[in-house]
């Protein structure tokens, strides 16, 4: 169940914490594809990044939802 979180009595949206979690894996993970050289095999830079992003945000809510 979605809960808000309360923040210094400022509640805030579950989801933003998942996509600050989401942001954090994100630069981790599109820098280890940099370090590895796997960039080269990019097709659209930009259009990976979304969906990259879009896959780990989806990850980190299902996660949260099956420990929750």
Excluded: C, N, Q
Aim: no cysteine; proline share 4%; net charge negative.
């Amino acid at each position: 169940m979605l809960k808000e979180i309360d923040l210094f009595g400022v509640y805030i949206p579950p989801l933003a914490l998942y996509g600050v979690i989401a942001v954090v894996a994100f630069v981790v993970v599109r820098r280890a594809i940099t370090l590895l050289g796997f960039e080269a095999l990019i097709w659209h830079p930009s259009l990976f990044d979304v969906a990259l992003f879009t896959a780990i945000l989806s990850v980190t809510t299902i996660a949260a939802f099956s420990a929750g």
